[in-house]
């Protein structure tokens, strides 16, 4: 089945340390995101990337790093700059950008 | 630069009766537009989608909305509610192009047995 992964579900860890979130997708789509999801604020854009190799910031991009080194992943790195990184974080991909997007099933990652 | 209004933060239905969500969005040209669901700790699901042709859109899981460019909004709509339609609902503008979909706020829909 076609579809978009983010792995783990769940994911704990300690102020100061970086984190990576992972995020896979076998849709043949070249575009992916990565939204940032709080309580009664909605989606908000952290990063996209149009084609592999290429990336651009997005609302919120500060504490937070990406790479696209193939067009199957987006992994997204949670920094220790992030000053509140605890939240649920959705990877979302289309076939281009505009077009309809298919989401992950999510990472809610907290911090302590 | 875009904009969706989702006017009403949560919406408490009785199972059986319809629905109504309201979107209202600000784009400057024809928009692309978008609903999707989200059950607690999920993704978002897409529910139908607005890009050209006919303004009345259907969607999966017995779902509608309606263009209108007179009034800016994309109201989804749906004749009978069943208690699994409790869920979060986005809708999203956005463009042909490059542009990325704007997303609302959301609603929240609450059925009562």
């Known amino acids: 089945d076609g579809g978009i992964t983010q792995s783990p579900k769940y994911l704990f860890r300690k102020e100061g340390q970086n984190v990576t979130l992972s995020c896979e997708q076998n849709l043949n789509h070249d575009a992916m995101y990565w939204y940032r999801q709080d309580p009664g604020q909605g989606l908000r854009l952290i990063y996209y990337s149009q084609i592999v190799n290429d990336f651009q910031k997005g609302d919120i991009a500060e504490g937070y790093s990406v790479s696209r080194e193939k067009k199957e992943s987006f992994p997204l790195t949670v920094t220790s700059a992030q000053k509140n990184p605890t939240a649920f974080y959705l990877c979302?991909?289309?076939?281009?950008?505009?077009?309809?997007?298919?989401f992950g099933p999510g990472t809610r990652l907290t911090v302590t | 630069a875009q904009s969706v209004t989702q006017p009403d933060i949560h919406i408490t239905v009785s199972e059986g009766a319809s629905l109504e969500l309201r979107c209202n969005y600000s784009?400057?040209?024809?928009?692309?537009l978008f609903w999707y669901v989200q059950s607690p700790g999920q993704g978002l699901q897409l529910l139908l989608k607005?890009?050209?042709?006919?303004?009345l859109v259907q969607g999966i899981k017995g779902f509608e909305a309606e263009f209108k460019r007179s009034q800016s909004s994309f109201n989804l709509r749906k004749p009978s509610v069943h208690w699994s339609d409790a869920a979060e609902y986005f809708c999203?503008?956005?463009?042909?192009?490059?542009?990325?979909?704007?997303f609302g706020r959301g609603t929240s829909l609450i059925v009562h047995p």
């Open positions: 979302a991909s289309s076939i281009a950008l505009g077009s309809e997007q298919y």
């Open positions: 607005y890009f050209s042709g006919d303004t």
């Open positions: 999203a503008v956005g463009g042909g192009g490059s542009y990325i979909p704007t």
């Open positions: 784009y400057g040209a024809t928009p692309y």
